[in-house]
C-alpha cells in the first residue's frame, strides 16, 4: 500500500492511497468498491449519508460521503487492474467541502501503460 496526504488550510486533508489486492474471489468491482466503503468506515467512526456509482476514464468507482463527528468525509474509491484507488476528503461539518479539496480530487487521472 503506498498512502500520501494533502495538508490544506483550515482542519481540511485529503488522504490518497493506492492498494494492490488479489481478487481471488473473482468478486465484481462494484462488490468490491462497497466493500472498501463498508469497511472504512467503521475505524472513523463514520456514519454514510450518501453514495453513488461514479465513472472515470472507464475506470468503475463510487462516491460516498459521511459524517463522523464535527467531520464531513467525502470518499472516492476506484478499482483498475487488481488495485483500489482511494481518495478521503475530510473536512469540519458545518460548511460544505472545499473548492481546494474537491480540486486536489478532482486532478486525479489515469495513464496508460
Same mark, same amino acid.
Given at each position: 500500500?503506498?498512502?500520501?496526504?494533502?495538508?490544506? =488550510?483550515?482542519?481540511?486533508?485529503?488522504?490518497?492511497?493506492?492498494?494492490?489486492?488479489?481478487?481471488?474471489?473473482? !468478486?465484481?468491482? =462494484?462488490?468490491?468498491?462497497?466493500?472498501?466503503?463498508?469497511?472504512?468506515?467503521?475505524?472513523?467512526?463514520?456514519? =454514510?449519508?450518501?453514495?453513488?456509482?461514479?465513472?472515470?476514464?472507464?475506470?468503475?468507482?463510487?462516491?460516498?460521503?459521511?459524517?463522523?463527528?464535527?467531520?464531513?468525509?467525502?470518499?472516492?474509491?476506484?478499482?483498475?487492474?487488481?488495485?483500489? @484507488?482511494?481518495?478521503?476528503?475530510?473536512?469540519?461539518? !458545518?460548511?460544505?467541502?472545499?473548492?481546494?479539496?474537491?480540486?486536489?480530487?478532482?486532478?486525479?487521472? @489515469?495513464?496508460? =501503460?
Amino acid at each position: 500500500m503506498r498512502q500520501y496526504s494533502v495538508d490544506l =488550510k483550515g482542519s481540511i486533508e485529503v488522504l490518497m492511497s493506492i492498494s494492490d489486492i488479489a481478487n481471488t474471489s473473482h !468478486a465484481t468491482p =462494484k462488490a468490491i468498491l462497497e466493500g472498501a466503503v463498508n469497511g472504512s468506515l467503521p475505524p472513523t467512526k463514520a456514519t =454514510k449519508t450518501s453514495q453513488k456509482d461514479i465513472e472515470l476514464q472507464q475506470v468503475p468507482g463510487i462516491e460516498f460521503e459521511a459524517k463522523s463527528g464535527d467531520y464531513r468525509l467525502l470518499g472516492r474509491y476506484y478499482w483498475k487492474n487488481d488495485r483500489l @484507488f482511494s481518495l478521503l476528503a475530510v473536512a469540519p461539518w !458545518a460548511a460544505p467541502m472545499p473548492a481546494d479539496a474537491l480540486r486536489v480530487m478532482d486532478s486525479l487521472k @489515469f495513464l496508460a =501503460k
